[in-house]
């Protein structure tokens, strides 16, 4: 069969979800086509297996980006490339992002997207290991827990971030005060959760459903002024797939933005430099990408503690590999981040706009390659949760086999500067308070050249830290200009939508993986009030 209801291009966060809600229906045929494989691989549900299923290209993109700074210095975006996407390859952070931020899409013109409208989204999506409250979920589909450790480092870090003023907090998405816990992550009983494991697996049962692997989308297909489905690719030829409702794109905010430029939609400009013919005037289209910035620093500490000299050797990591086949427990079945943190660059600020993790570890820093350090330390990631700086992502030729072209941009407007100068010391500050100080033996990187604010910035920039949260490139907005409305339809054409990060005009603060689910339910509950 090739003429289904709906065609959905991606099994990613977005891609998953919908399946599941549109299948809800049986009347409904559901064509979900995804150019990764399967998330068979056990490694890719153990929760701290990410640091290794992260390297390679057999479940990620390693996006080249063009040079980044002043020195020039290519990069690479990573994201997911398998049945899940990047839920099924990222740190399981389960942050859904301030309430405020919601009510601002709202304030933008974009009417249904407030707080009001997503929390019972989340909590109807949220299986909670804490249980259902006013503010969290229990019986839902998508495990979420807070994995907690009994461990020395991260008592010390909680305690010295209680004496910096911040509250510690048993659910870090309960408010958006500054506050201080440990992470919320998409684990259940030791095992990733993934979206293709909470949604996909459960829509995978229903028979109106089809899910293609290993499967290309080079082009929308047109009739006339309507999307009327996709030439896709799996093994060497093309075929066509018709969709008798909509094509529904959740590709993420690189392929998402490429694909509609392949078929024709987007900046005059681009597309001519590119071969393709313009269909429809897309002028925001991939041109308002926002990525957040981390600047990292790394600790010694004293004596063997933590988690390092658990797992840095390989009869190390066979041990704990053995016990977590036997329990589902111990370190590597605990979040991919321990633990969490947010603050404000200034104290003038109504909420918070930076956010900061934790690892109870250290790693190597000078090794070319991800791997462990030989002794025990604590590492620090911290990042403005709403920046202004805007990037570009583009196609550079007409096939699907070009790379794209991602013009990364970091730190450009006063705003970002001023909240990312601020990151460093604020994870300093809390270095030197009691007991974590107590434990502390010297800070390995970046050390006390980088002090000022202007070499925390280069810092930050040279890194390079991508923190791999891009959204924007297929804004939502009320103006003609931005790429869909307030229904996620693309503008200019009919029976076609863009449903992932791609469409968050601005970062709800924190994380995209819950944000992007949520999305994506709310917006199955859109489609459906229009059939």
Request: charge should be neutral.
């Amino acid at each position: 069969m090739t003429t289904y209801d709906y065609i959905i291009v991606g099994a990613g966060a977005a891609g998953c979800v919908l399946a599941d809600r549109l299948t809800e229906d049986p009347s409904v045929r559901v064509l979900v086509l995804e150019f990764g494989g399967r998330a068979g691989n056990p490694l890719l549900y153990i929760p701290k297996g990410f640091y290794f299923t992260l390297q390679g290209d057999r479940y990620c993109y390693h996006y080249p980006t063009q040079p980044v700074g002043p020195g020039g210095r290519p990069e690479s975006w990573t994201r997911g490339k398998v049945g899940g996407g990047s839920t099924s390859v990222n740190g399981m952070m389960y942050i859904r992002g301030a309430r405020a931020d919601y009510d601002a899409i709202v304030e933008r013109g974009n009417p249904g997207w407030g707080w009001q409208d997503m929390l019972p989204v989340f909590r109807t999506m949220e299986d909670h290991d804490l249980g259902p409250s006013a503010s969290r979920g229990a019986g839902g589909p998508l495990g979420v827990s807070i994995t907690a450790q009994d461990d020395l480092v991260c008592d010390a870090i909680l305690g010295a971030g209680r004496k910096m003023g911040l509250r510690q907090t048993a659910d870090f998405n309960e408010d958006d005060d500054e506050r201080i816990g440990f992470t919320p992550s998409t684990i259940k009983h030791g095992i990733r959760v993934s979206a293709a494991s909470a949604f996909l697996r459960r829509a995978a049962k229903r028979p109106n459903l089809t899910v293609l692997y290993r499967t290309r989308v080079g082009y929308l297909r047109f009739d006339g002024n309507r999307v009327a489905g996709v030439r896709a690719k799996t093994g060497p030829s093309y075929q066509d797939y018709t969709a008798a409702r909509e094509v529904i794109v959740s590709a993420g905010t690189v392929e998402s933005t490429l694909l509609l430029e392949r078929s024709g939609i987007g900046r005059p400009e681009t597309l001519a430099a590119a071969g393709v013919t313009v269909r429809v005037e897309s002028p925001n289209l991939g041109e308002r990408v926002i990525e957040q910035r981390g600047v990292s620093m790394q600790v010694k500490l004293k004596g063997r503690i933590g988690l390092t000299h658990k797992l840095n050797t390989v009869p190390k990591q066979g041990l704990q590999g053995a016990r977590y086949l036997l329990t589902r427990r111990g370190p590597i079945a605990t979040a991919g981040y321990d633990l969490v943190c947010a603050g404000k660059s200034s104290a003038a600020l109504d909420r918070p706009d930076i956010q900061g993790i934790w690892l109870p570890m250290a790693l190597d820093t000078r090794a070319d390659k991800m791997k462990l350090a030989k002794y025990s330390g604590a590492m620090f990631v911290g990042y403005q949760v709403r920046p202004t700086t805007r990037s570009q992502v583009h196609i550079s030729g007409s096939l699907p086999e070009n790379a794209p072209v991602i013009s990364p941009r970091f730190l450009e407007t006063p705003e970002d500067r001023a909240a990312t100068s601020r990151i460093l010391d604020w994870g300093r500050e809390m270095v030197a308070q009691s007991p974590l100080a107590d434990l502390v033996e010297a800070e390995d990187r970046p050390g006390p050249s980088v002090s000022t604010p202007d070499e925390v910035i280069n810092h930050a920039i040279a890194g390079p830290l991508g923190i791999y949260h891009a959204i924007g490139s297929c804004a939502m907005g009320p103006n003609a200009e931005d790429v869909v409305d307030h229904r996620l339809r693309v503008r200019g054409v009919d029976g076609l939508r863009v449903i992932d990060a791609s469409v968050f005009a601005e970062q709800p603060a924190g994380n995209t993986a819950a944000p992007t689910m949520a999305l994506a339910w709310r917006a199955g509950d859109l489609i459906r009030e229009e059939r």
